[in-house]
């Protein structure tokens, strides 16, 4: 019962990695508002857990909007505890044929918006005395993927914006961390992947533990980084991605050796 009289905003919350951090939130006691843009998906997850639970239909490029999230999740709740930046879109083109609004849209929810969640919320935890703020970037904003140039861009500022937050916010008691998914089991990223035959198995072997994670083990370490467990830990970006960025890319031998010895 870690998070018990704790509260915590989720971003993204109706939905794979954000819908598991919101079950395992309220399973340990916190009261929990899900915020995202999927209204069915969102106010069922808050009526399905009941007490504790609330879901606000918000875009997360919004500032206005966040900021009113937060007012009446402290209204609601008594205050904010815990901030999960957590709603994102993938977006697949090389430089030359991005145009600038499709650039501008995958920044302005996977970068932007982590912004606007921290502006809206900061103020709320330091009335608070303190709380904790886990940002969802990604393994693509520690290397770079083909051909996902604005994702990995945004991602990228994640990581170093939440170093930033860390720092600046360290005397208000407030920490700040992010996780770095591999690829992960969600309706953001697996339809798209099984739509192109072979294109998983592919996947998966790019990964030494080979095999995509599951919604949970992600939401497991965000958990962590959020609860008093992880005092000591501000401005980390904490790789969940089965071996993915451990890898220089380089060729398997043993997996060579063995084709060969066969
Ligand atoms: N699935 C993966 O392999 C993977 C890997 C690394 C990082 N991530 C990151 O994890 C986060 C969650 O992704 P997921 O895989 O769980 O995807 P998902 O599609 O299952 O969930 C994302 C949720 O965000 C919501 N959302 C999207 N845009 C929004 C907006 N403008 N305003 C409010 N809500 C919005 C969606 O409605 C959805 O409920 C994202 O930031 C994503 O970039 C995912």
Redesign the pocket.
Known sequence: MRFAGKVAIV?????????ALVQRLHAEGGSVMI????EA??SGLAAELGERAAFCR????DGDALAALAQETADRFGGIDLLFN?????CYGLTPDLSLDDWRRVIA??LD?VFLGCRAVIPHMVARGGGAIVN?????GLAADYGFTA?NAA?AGVINYTRCLAIDHARDNIRANAI??????????TPGVEAMPGLRDEWERCVPAQR?AR?EE?AAVAAFLASDDASGVTGAAIPVDGGLTAHTGQPDLRARMAAHSE
């Open positions: 971003t993204g919350g109706a939905s794979g990695i954000g819908r915020a995202d843009l999927d998906q969102g918000i875009d997360v490029t957590n709603a994102g879109m993938g929810v996977n918006a969802t970037a990604s393994a693509s994702y991602k770095c998914p591999g690829p992960v089991d969600t309706p953001l990223f995509f919604p992600i």
